[in-house]
């Protein structure tokens, strides 16, 4: 069995009280049907049923109704661990196991997640042999308690889907490539593979078409795609109003929402010369979005249920759609400022938990917000 896990995977520890942006605050805290079983009555409270399950009512400041002055959980003080529901013991990690092998991840909606991420030069993969998966300590809520992995499904796919996100990662990490471009690239492999998949024979050419495949000549074909146009601004614009809509109206992070969707809607999108003024501005995180963006390759393109390459378009083109959205946003805070590290780092985790959505909601929203599942060439050019 093989373990593939980020280098600072071991290296996370919750922050507790000291984090900027705590995991318990205004956002749904699920909380799954056995512990829910198990809860006291005057716990079970503070819980509310949705379409999805059951998630924790948070207080009207947005903060999980169970954190103490400190920060630190009640129940987990009061009961252990093990009283607390799986997302809570086990965020931001996430595994997904499959036949051959697991492989884990930190969510970059974390602040300490991202911190750690941006300290390393690179980002990089480690394959670890394992005979069984050892129980792990990690701290929630600043309280030590044990991993627990519940009864989930291990997924058998198709190997060579693997190999293309193994491929796309190692182009996002290229860092003779503009970020952009590389998403480009990998967009356009994903068109040639989808349709040597529906020939059926992506297996038997896959090889073949990578070995022959030039992404100098590519680069040079897509040029560089990197001036702003009024069409480009207009459609960032209208896509972080889209995508934040629902957690202004339920007052989900509207600290941070809600002023920059003023100023989204008080921009004049004819005006791109104020993209070209807020560019130098944001070079010098240039490689602190590809590191993020190369973990969004490595955890997001594969997950539990792809089944195709088609799920592999579908997750590039929802990635090019975090990219666009988190770019507006740092142009909203950083066309009349200045871009700090804390800034982005807040706007990366309010954008990456706003748009973390489980696969099954990403494909209903791409079916129910384009006219085609699979995007044409242009749009994903124009977001990215």
Same mark, same amino acid.
């Given at each position: 069995?093989?373990?593939?896990?980020?280098?600072?995977?071991?290296?996370?520890?919750?922050?507790?009280?000291?984090?900027?942006?705590?995991?318990?605050? @205004?956002?749904?805290?699920?909380?799954?049907?056995?512990?829910?079983?198990?809860?006291?009555?005057?716990?079970?409270?503070?819980?509310?049923?949705?379409?999805?399950?059951?998630?924790?009512? =948070?207080?009207?400041?947005?903060?999980?109704?169970?954190?103490?002055?400190?920060?630190?959980?009640?129940?987990? =003080?009061?009961?252990?661990?093990?009283?607390?529901?799986?997302?809570?013991?086990?965020?931001?990690?996430?595994?997904?196991?499959?036949?051959?092998?697991?492989?884990?991840?930190?969510?970059?909606?974390?602040?300490?997640?991202?911190?750690?991420?941006?300290?390393?030069?690179?980002?990089?993969?480690?394959?670890?042999?394992?005979?069984?998966?050892? !129980?792990? !300590?990690?701290?929630?809520?600043? @309280? +030590?308690?044990?991993? !627990?992995?519940?009864?989930?499904?291990?997924?058998?796919?198709?190997?060579?889907?693997?190999?293309?996100?193994?491929?796309?990662?190692?182009?996002?990490?290229?860092?003779?490539?503009?970020?952009?471009?590389?998403?480009?690239?990998?967009?356009?492999?994903a068109l040639d593979l989808y349709e040597l998949e529906q020939k059926g024979v992506l297996e038997k050419e896959f090889l073949h078409y990578k070995n022959i495949t030039d992404l100098q +000549?590519?680069?040079?074909?897509?040029?560089?795609?990197?001036?702003?146009?009024?069409?480009?601004?207009?459609?960032?614009?209208?896509?972080?109003?889209?995508?934040?809509?629902?957690?202004?109206?339920?007052?989900?992070?509207?600290?941070?929402?809600?002023?920059?969707?003023?100023?989204?809607?008080?921009?004049?999108?004819?005006? !791109?010369?104020?993209?070209?003024?807020?560019?130098?501005?944001?070079?010098?995180?240039?490689?602190?979005?590809?590191?993020?963006?190369?973990?969004?390759?490595?955890?997001?393109?594969?997950?539990?249920?792809?089944?195709?390459?088609?799920?592999?378009?579908? +997750?590039?083109?929802?990635?090019?759609?975090?990219?666009?959205?988190?770019?507006?946003?740092?142009?909203?805070?950083?066309?009349?400022?200045?871009?700090?590290?804390?800034?982005?780092?807040?706007?990366?985790?309010?954008?990456?938990?706003?748009?973390?959505?489980?696969?099954?909601?990403?494909?209903?929203?791409?079916?129910?917000?384009?006219?085609? =599942?699979?995007?044409?060439?242009?749009?994903?050019?124009?977001?990215?």
């Amino acid at each position: 069995m093989k373990l593939y896990q980020p280098d600072y995977y071991d290296k996370f520890q919750c922050t507790a009280s000291a984090c900027p942006m705590t995991c318990c605050m @205004q956002w749904r805290i699920a909380v799954d049907d056995e512990t829910l079983f198990h809860w006291q009555e005057d716990w079970k409270k503070h819980v509310k049923e949705v379409e999805e399950g059951h998630i924790i009512r =948070l207080n009207k400041d947005g903060m999980c109704p169970f954190l103490n002055e400190e920060k630190l959980c009640k129940i987990v =003080l009061s009961h252990g661990e093990q009283a607390i529901s799986h997302t809570c013991q086990t965020f931001p990690r996430e595994e997904h196991r499959y036949n051959d092998r697991i492989e884990q991840c930190l969510t970059p909606g974390c602040p300490a997640v991202l911190d750690l991420m941006w300290e390393q030069d690179d980002f990089h993969i480690l394959e670890k042999e394992i005979k069984e998966k050892k !129980t792990q !300590t990690q701290k929630i809520c600043g @309280q +030590k308690v044990k991993e !627990t992995s519940q009864n989930e499904e291990i997924c058998e796919l198709n190997p060579v889907l693997f190999e293309i996100r193994n491929w796309f990662l190692k182009i996002v990490n290229d860092k003779q490539l503009p970020l952009n471009t590389a998403l480009e690239i990998c967009f356009l492999i994903a068109l040639d593979l989808y349709e040597l998949e529906q020939k059926g024979v992506l297996e038997k050419e896959f090889l073949h078409y990578k070995n022959i495949t030039d992404l100098q +000549k590519i680069r040079e074909a897509i040029g560089a795609n990197d001036q702003m146009t009024e069409n480009r601004l207009e459609e960032y614009n209208l896509l972080f109003l889209d995508i934040s809509e629902i957690y202004r109206e339920q007052n989900i992070y509207a600290d941070f929402l809600v002023p920059l969707a003023k100023e989204a809607e008080d921009l004049d999108c004819q005006k !791109t010369e104020c993209w070209n003024k807020f560019l130098p501005k944001l070079a010098q995180w240039k490689q602190h979005l590809r590191k993020l963006f190369a973990e969004e390759m490595s955890s997001a393109v594969i997950t539990p249920g792809t089944e195709q390459v088609q799920d592999i378009l579908v +997750k590039l083109e929802w990635m090019a759609m975090e990219y666009a959205v988190l770019l507006q946003v740092l142009f909203l805070h950083g066309y009349k400022g200045e871009i700090t590290y804390e800034k982005l780092r807040e706007s990366v985790c309010v954008i990456f938990r706003m748009m973390g959505y489980a696969d099954d909601d990403v494909w209903e929203y791409m079916e129910n917000c384009f006219d085609q =599942l699979i995007w044409p060439w242009e749009y994903y050019a124009l977001l990215v």
